[in-house]
C-alpha cells in the first residue's frame, strides 16, 4: 500500500521537461570524494540518489570479495554520470544496489528520500516497478518474445508507461517491432533493452555496459538512444563502462577502481556519442 | 493477451519434446487411475442395478422335500418380505458334438407368472410355457459355449432318466452372474450349465409334484438376516434342511465379491504407486526445468515483477501440462476403463454394462497430479525468489569441485579430462544425481511391478495344477458313496491310477471367526493329490485333526495346536471340536483337509466317499470319458486340462490384461522420465558444453561427457528399481490376497530383464534425441548471451 502511494507521488512530478542538469555541475572543479563539495550543488540540484558509506562483501563459495568499500555517491536529477573503471573494480555491484536488485553489506542508499538498504523484498520490487530502467551488457531479452513484447512485458505493469512502439521509436527501431532476438542485430537488441528500460518512464536509468559486447559503430547507435533519452525525457542516467571514450558523453564521470571512488571529473560540455570513437 | 501469457505459450512450444513427455508421464498416471477405479465403480454399479432390476433375493435355504404349507410359515416369519418356493435339480446333460461330461443346475420357473425373486434377462427367445413340458431357458454362457439357439434340442437326465428338452430362450439370472459348479472354483462355461423350466413339468420330472426344496426370500432393507436364517433353519430341520443362508454366502454372489475385492485392491493399489511414482517424477522435472529458466526469473525481477506474478506465471505454465495430461490421460483411461469393463463381462454375466466414471475418481487422478506438479514448481520459485535477482541473473558462481573419493578409487591420474568432469559433475551434485536415479530407478520398479504378476499366474499354475494335482481328471459321484465304488471305476478301460476323496461343506468357527468353505478327506499317502508346506514339498496328513490352508488359518487367527469348531452342513450335520494339526500352501481357494477315515468318523458315517482323481491312458480318454457319462451315480467328470484352460482364461486373463495395461503404461512413464531427465541435462549444460566445443572438442567428446554422466546414472538406477520393484510388487501381493487366491511373490529374471530393458531404450532413444540437439548447439550464441 505504501508502495503504491510512493508510485503515485512519482508520477505527478514533471521529469519529462526537467533540465539536463543542474546548474551546480557547470563549474570545472575536480574534487575527491569525501572532500566537502560546494554547498550550492546540494542547494539547487534534487539529489535522485545519495549514497552513503556503502560496503559490499560477496561470499562466492570459500572466496570472501570485498566489492565495495565504503563508497559516497550521489546522482542528481536529469544528469548523465558515467561510472568508469576497470573490470572488478565494484562498479556493477554498485549499479545492482542503487537498481534495488542487492542490497549493502553497510551503508545507506536513499532514492529521493526513501531508504533502499533496509527495504524489504517487496519493497524492492515496487521500487524495481516504478522507478529504475535497467540496460544490462548481455541485454537479456526474453528469447520467445519479440521486440514489442519484450518492451509490454514492463508496460504492462507500470502505471503510467509509453506505448511499446514509442519506446521502440525513441530508439529507432519502429521498423523491428515484431522481430524476435534471434532475428536482431546485438546493437538492435541492445536498442530493444533500451527502450525495454525506459518505457515506463522510469526514475533512473542503470545502464550496465551497455556497449560491452558491441562494436564501436553499434556501440555508438545504442550511446546515442540513451543520449536522446536522458535529454529529452530528463531521466537521471548513471551508465558503467571501462570504455574511458565514453566518458565523454557524461555531465560528470566518476572513476571507480578497487571498491572505491577515486575521483569525480564535470565534464564542461556533454559530447555527442556521434563524436565518439574507440 | 500479455506479453508474458505469450511467453507462456512460446515456452510450451519450443520445449515441445520436452512437454509433451511430461504430458506423457501425467497421462499415464491419471489414465491407469482412471481405467482402475472406473471400471471397479461400473462393475460394483452394474451388478447393483442388476440386482435390484431383477430382485436378486436375500435369503436362500435348500430342503430334501416340503410341502408348501411350510411356505406359509415361513411367510410369517417376521422381517421376511416376500418368499417363492421352487424346485432345484441337478442333472447331466448331453449335447451334440461335445464329449466331455457337463452337468446342470435346472432351476423351476413359477411358470403362471413371472418370478418374484431372481428374475431372468432375457437375451433371446421367451420364457417357456408351462403347458408345453419340455421347454427350458438356458443361461446365456452356456449358450455360448456350445452354440446353443432357441429353438436347439438338448438331452437332459434327471433322476436317471433320459428326456429331450427344447431351448426356448437364452437369458441371465443375478444368482448366476459368476456362474460356478459348487465345488469349484473356477467357471466352466461348456461343462456347466443353469437350465430354467416351468415348475410343474421339473416337478413331475424330478419328483417334486406338490412339493418344493428350495426357497428364495426378500428381507427387509436393513434387518440383521440372522434371527431369521436361526427360524428357518428350525422350521427346515424336519424336511431335510441343508443350512439357511443369506446372499454373502450365495455362491455367485460370494466369489463376486471375492473377485470384486481384489478388483478394488489392483483398482487402488496401483493408481496409487503409478500416480505416486508420477508425481515424484513430475516433482523432479518440474524442479529442475523451473531452474533452468533462473535467468528469466531474474530478469523479470529486475523489472519489477513480484515473486508472486512469477509464481502465477510458472504455475500457468505447469498446470497447461497438467491439464493437457489430464485431458490425455482421462480419455486414454476411460476408453481402457470401458474396454476392461466389457472384458470383465465375459466372466461376469451382466446383462448390460453401466459405466461410471465419478467426480472422485477424476478429482482424485487429477488432483494428485497437479499437487505434485505445483509443489515441484512452488519449490523451484521459492529457491529461485530467495536468490537476489543480481545473483540469479549471475550465471551459477563455479561449484566447488574436488577430487572426490570416486576418483582416487578409480585411479585419477589415469583418467581423460572429459571422464574427469562427468565424475566431478556427479560428486558435486549428489542429490541431483539421486534425484535422476531415483526417477530411473522408479520407472524400473513400475515395470517389474506391472510384469511380475505374469511370474506369479505361472507359479500358481505351477503349483496348483502341476505340482499339487498330479491327475488327469475329478469324478464326482451324485451322492455319497461306499469306498468300493472306487473299485468299478478302477475295471473300467483307460484308468491307470485311482484314489477316493471325501468333500463336505462345513463352517469352520474359532472363536467369533468363521468360514464357509469345504474340508475334504484324503485317502493316506494319496500320490495323486499332494497337500505342499511352503517350500513345496509334500505334506503327510495325520490321522487325525484337520489340517488348514494357511489363508484359513490367518482368516481364522487359529494355529496349530489349537482347537477349532467344524459344523458340518451335510449328512447329520455333526457339530465337533477338532484340533488343527497342520498348515498348508495353497494359492489357490481356502479348505480344510483331513484323514479320509477320520472324517468319516467325524461325520458318524460308513466308508464313503464324495469322488475319485484319476490318472488316465491318454489314448483311451474319450472312451473313458463316454462311459462315465452313461453311468448314473457319476455327477460329472472334469478334465484336469480343462480346469487348468478355464483358469488361464478367466482369472489368469483378468490379471494378466490388467497387468498388460500397467506394463504399458509403465513403458510410456520409464520413457518420459529417461528422456526428460536427459533433455534437462542438456539445458543445464549448453554452455559449459558449447565453451569445450570451442576450445576445439570435438561433437563426440563433448557428447561422451553429457552422454557418459546419463549413462552412469541411468547404470546405477538399474539395480535400485530392481529393489524397490520387489518393494512394490510385495506390497501389491500383500494387498491383492483374497479368499479365491493369493499371489505369491515372485519375480523372474525375464520380468527384471524386461524392465531394464525398456529403460535401457529409453536412454537410447534419448540420448538419440539429445544428441541430435546437441549437434546443433549454436556456438557463438550460447556464448554471446547469458540466456
Not at chain 2, 172 to 186: A, C, D, F, M, N
Request: charged share 20%; glycine share 8%; proline share 5%.
Amino acid at each position: 500500500m505504501g508502495c503504491e502511494q510512493h508510485a503515485g507521488a512519482v508520477e505527478s512530478e514533471p521529469p519529462v521537461t526537467a533540465p539536463n542538469w543542474g546548474p551546480a555541475l557547470r563549474s570545472d572543479s575536480v574534487y575527491k570524494t569525501g572532500q566537502a563539495r560546494p554547498a550550492i550543488v546540494e542547494d539547487v540540484a534534487e539529489a535522485v540518489f545519495s549514497a552513503r558509506g556503502i560496503t559490499k562483501i560477496y561470499e562466492m563459495g570459500e572466496v570472501r570479495v570485498e566489492a565495495l568499500r565504503g563508497v559516497d555517491f550521489d546522482l542528481y536529477a536529469g544528469e548523465l554520470v558515467v561510472l568508469l573503471g576497470p573490470s572488478g573494480s565494484g562498479k556493477s555491484t554498485l549499479l545492482n544496489i542503487l537498481g534495488g536488485l542487492d542490497r549493502p553489506t553497510a551503508g545507506d542508499v536513499n532514492f529521493r528520500g526513501r531508504n533502499l538498504s533496509r527495504a524489504r523484498d517487496a519493497e524492492l520490487t515496487e521500487y524495481r516497478r516504478a522507478e529504475v530502467g535497467f540496460v544490462f551488457q548481455f541485454y537479456n531479452l526474453i528469447p520467445s518474445l519479440t521486440a514489442r513484447e519484450n518492451v509490454a512485458i514492463v508496460t504492462e505493469i507500470a502505471k503510467n508507461p509509453m506505448k511499446p512502439e514509442e519506446a521502440l521509436a525513441l530508439v529507432g527501431l519502429h521498423d523491428r517491432l515484431d522481430h524476435f532476438p534471434s532475428q536482431l542485430s546485438g546493437g538492435q537488441q541492445q536498442r530493444v533493452a533500451i527502450a525495454r528500460a525506459i518505457a515506463k518512464r522510469p526514475g533512473v536509468l542503470l545502464c550496465d555496459e551497455p556497449t560491452g559486447a558491441l562494436d564501436s559503430a553499434t556501440g555508438v547507435v545504442v550511446l546515442e538512444a540513451i543520449d536522446r533519452v536522458n535529454r529529452e525525457l530528463g531521466t537521471a542516467t548513471a551508465v558503467i563502462t571501462h570504455n574511458a571514450d565514453i566518458a565523454a558523453m557524461a555531465s560528470r564521470v566518476i572513476h571507480v577502481s578497487d571498491g572505491h571512488i577515486g575521483s569525480v571529473e564535470v565534464n564542461a560540455a556533454r559530447k555527442s556519442p556521434s563524436e565518439i570513437h574507440w | 493477451m500479455s506479453a508474458l501469457n505469450r511467453k507462456l505459450f512460446r515456452d510450451l512450444w519450443r520445449m515441445k519434446g520436452q512437454v509433451f513427455a511430461i504430458l506423457l508421464v501425467i497421462a499415464s498416471g491419471v489414465a491407469t487411475a482412471i481405467m482402475s477405479i472406473s471400471t471397479h465403480d461400473s462393475l460394483r454399479l452394474t451388478r447393483a442395478a442388476f440386482y435390484r432390476d431383477y430382485r436378486f433375493a436375500d435369503a436362500f435355504v435348500s430342503l430334501k422335500r416340503a410341502p408348501e404349507s411350510l411356505a406359509v410359515r415361513m411367510a410369517e416369519i417376521p422381517g421376511v418380505q416376500s418368499l417363492e418356493t421352487r424346485v432345484v435339480a441337478a442333472a447331466r446333460l448331453e449335447v451334440e458334438n461335445y464329449s466331455d461330461p457337463v452337468v446342470a443346475r435346472i432351476v423351476s420357473l413359477p411358470g403362471t407368472h413371472p418370478p418374484l425373486l431372481n428374475g431372468l434377462f432375457l437375451r433371446s427367445g421367451r420364457l417357456p410355457d408351462p403347458e408345453r413340458e419340455s421347454e427350458t431357458v438356458i443361461n446365456e454362457s452356456f449358450a455360448q459355449a456350445h452354440g446353443l439357439k432357441p429353438g436347439d434340442g438338448l438331452t437332459a437326465v434327471i433322476n436317471g432318466r433320459r428326456r429331450t428338452l427344447r431351448v426356448c430362450g437364452i437369458a441371465l439370472g443375478p444368482e448366476y452372474i459368476y456362474p460356478i459348479s459348487p465345488g469349484s472354483l473356477i467357471p466352466d462355461f461348456a461343462g456347466y450349465g443353469i437350465l430354467w423350466m416351468a415348475r410343474k413339468p421339473l416337478g413331475v420330472a424330478y419328483g417334486m409334484d406338490g412339493a418344493f426344496n428350495d426357497v428364495t426370500l426378500a428381507l427387509a432393507p436393513g434387518i440383521n438376516p440372522r434371527p431369521v436364517l436361526d427360524r428357518l433353519d428350525e422350521l427346515t430341520r424336519p424336511f431335510g434342511g441343508q443350512g439357511a443362508y443369506s446372499r454373502e454366502d450365495q455362491i455367485s454372489h460370494r466369489y463376486l465379491s471375492e473377485e470384486f475385492k481384489q478388483l478394488e485392491q489392483m483398482a487402488f493399489l496401483f493408481p496409487a504407486i503409478f500416480l505416486g511414482v508420477a508425481a515424484f517424477l513430475l516433482n523432479v522435472v518440474v524442479t529442475r526445468l523451473i531452474a533452468t529458466q533462473r535467468e528469466q526469473i531474474a530478469i523479470l525481477k529486475a523489472f519489477g515483477y513480484r515473486n508472486v506474478d512469477l509464481a502465477v506465471h510458472y504455475l500457468e505454465f505447469v498446470l497447461l501440462i497438467v491439464a493437457g495430461g489430464s485431458a490425455l490421460g482421462l480419455a486414454a483411461g476411460v476408453w481402457l476403463g470401458r474396454n476392461m469393463s466389457e472384458m470383465y463381462l465375459e466372466f461376469y454375466k451382466f446383462p448390460f454394462l453401466i459405466y461410471e466414471l465419478t467426480p472422485e475418481a477424476v478429482g482424485t487422478a487429477v488432483g494428485i497430479s497437479a499437487g505434485s506438479a505445483i509443489a515441484g514448481t512452488l519449490v523451484s520459485l521459492i529457491r529461485a525468489a530467495r536468490l537476489a535477482p543480481a545473483e540469479a541473473m549471475q550465471p551459477a558462481s563455479p561449484g566447488r569441485y574436488h577430487r572426490g573419493l570416486l576418483e582416487v578409487l578409480t585411479f585419477g591420474r589415469r583418467l581423460s579430462q572429459p571422464t574427469r568432469m562427468i565424475i566431478r559433475n556427479l560428486e558435486r551434485r549428489p542429490v541431483k544425481a539421486l534425484l535422476t536415479v531415483t526417477g530411473a530407478a522408479f520407472a524400473v520398479a513400475i515395470l517389474v511391478s506391472g510384469m511380475f504378476f505374469r511370474d506369479a499366474v505361472q507359479l500358481m499354475i505351477d503349483v496348483q495344477f502341476k505340482l499339487s494335482q498330479g491327475y488327469d481328471l475329478t469324478v464326482l459321484f451324485t451322492e455319497p458313496s461306499a469306498q468300493r465304488s472306487v473299485h468299478s471305476l478302477a475295471a473300467l478301460e483307460g484308468v491307470r491310477h485311482i484314489e477316493p476323496f471325501r468333500s463336505v461343506p462345513a463352517r469352520f468357527r474359532a472363536g467369533h471367526r468363521s468360514y464357509l468353505t469345504s474340508l475334504d478327506g484324503h485317502p493316506p499317502g494319496a500320490r495323486l493329490r499332494r497337500l505342499l508346506n511352503e517350500k513345496f514339498e509334500p505334506v503327510t496328513l495325520p490321522p487325525e485333526g484337520v489340517v488348514l490352508t494357511d489363508a484359513l488359518a490367518d482368516l481364522l487367527h487359529v494355529k496349530p495346536g489349537e482347537l477349532l469348531t467344524v459344523e458340518i452342513l451335510e449328512g447329520a450335520r455333526p457339530v465337533r471340536q477338532v484340533p488343527v494339526v497342520g498348515v498348508i500352501r495353497e494359492y489357490v481357494g481356502v479348505f480344510g483337509y483331513m484323514d479320509l477315515s477320520a472324517l468319516n468318523r467325524l461325520m458318524r458315517e460308513g466308508e464313503l466317499i464324495s469322488g475319485a482323481w484319476m490318472t488316465i491312458h491318454r489314448p483311451e480318454e474319450k472312451s473313458l470319458l463316454a462311459r462315465l457319462k452313461e453311468m448314473p451315480r457319476i455327477a460329472g467328470a472334469t478334465m484336469q486340462a480343462k480346469a487348468l484352460a478355464n483358469f488361464e482364461e478367466t482369472m489368469a486373463k483378468q490379471m494378466l490384461t490388467f497387468a498388460f495395461f500397467n506394463t504399458l503404461l509403465a513403458s510410456v512413464i520409464a520413457f518420459g522420465v529417461v528422456f526428460n531427465s536427459a533433455r534437462i541435462a542438456l539445458s543445464e549444460r549448453s554452455r559449459e558444453l558449447a565453451s569445450l566445443r570451442v576450445l576445439g572438442f570435438t561433437r563426440g567428446e563433448v557428447a561422451y561427457i553429457l552422454i557418459g554422466e546419463m549413462a552412469v546414472l541411468t547404470f546405477a538406477a538399474l539395480p535400485l528399481g530392481l529393489l524397490i520393484g520387489r518393494g512394490i510388487s510385495a506390497m501389491a501381493v500383500s494387498n491383492v490376497q483374497t479368499d479365491l487366491f493369493r499371489v505369491p511373490l515372485v519375480i523372474e529374471a525375464g520380468t527384471n530383464a524386461f524392465a531394464v530393458g525398456v529403460v535401457l531404450v529409453s536412454a537410447l532413444i534419448s540420448t538419440w534425441l539429445i544428441k541430435r540437439d546437441l549437434d546443433r548447439l549454436d556456438l557463438v550464441e550460447v556464448l554471446k548471451t547469458k540466456e
